[in-house]
T-cell receptor
């Protein structure tokens, strides 16, 4: 069973607030990812990290930022939430190395609603 | 560039019906192919995978065969159950992507009793 956790599971917040979505994994994976999932179900990679102090922007531009100070922790921050940020956010991790057959393990997601 | 195309949903079937969800891909080299499933209110979980041509991935009665000649990885199940109702994602990982996955748009399956 995958040990990757996301908190909170649900968040309703007003416009302009700063929020941080937490993601932690206990598998010792070097690679971690953040996806945004729109109501049409499609997944968009917004951030990824290949290890501590490594972060990169994904394929979909996002106003959020991420940090990777510890291997197990990959939080996502929105400095000023807006209604357009309303979405489901999924965190994932995978083993390090160059193997392309390594699966990604997903957390349960955070459903964010900005009023 | 690399891409994955899935058949559009939603797909509605009666219990015990045969399921096929089509998936085709475009990629350089020899990608690995995956099917993920997302049950309502949950994250994605790996259903099956295949890492080279002609490999067959299987799990929980689902199967998919890596067909390089047709660049396809269609998901099949002989007899679906109500509990199979979920969203199914086809994905690929290629050597020029550093381990990142490219997902299809997802296919919602609803199985009625």
């Amino acid at each position: 069973e995958a040990d990757i956790y996301q908190t909170p599971r649900y968040l309703v917040i007003g416009t302009g607030k700063k929020i941080t979505l937490e993601c932690s994994q206990t598998m010792g994976h070097d690679k971690m990812y953040w996806y945004q999932q729109d109501p049409g179900m499609e997944l968009h990679l917004i951030h990824y990290s290949y290890g501590v102090n490594s972060t990169e922007k994904g394929d979909l531009s996002s106003e959020s930022t991420v940090s990777r100070i510890r291997t197990e922790h990959f939080p996502l921050t929105l400095e000023s939430a807006r209604p357009s940020h309303t979405s489901q956010y999924l965190c994932a991790s995978s083993e390090s190395g160059t193997a392309i057959y390594n699966e990604q393990f997903f957390g349960p997601g955070t459903r964010l609603t900005v009023l | 560039g690399n891409s994955v195309t899935q058949m559009e949903g939603p797909v509605t079937l009666s219990e015990e019906a045969f399921l096929t969800i089509n998936c085709t891909y475009t990629a350089t080299g020899y990608p690995s192919l995956f099917w993920y499933v997302q049950y309502p209110g949950e994250g994605l979980q790996l259903l099956l995978k295949a890492t080279k041509a002609d490999d067959k991935g299987s799990n929980k009665g689902f199967e998919a065969t890596y067909r390089k000649e047709t660049t396809s990885f269609h998901l099949e199940k002989g007899s679906v159950q109500v509990s199979d109702s979920a969203v199914y994602f086809c994905a690929l990982s290629a050597s020029n992507q550093g381990g990142k996955l490219i997902f299809g748009q997802g296919t919602e399956l609803s199985v009625k009793p």
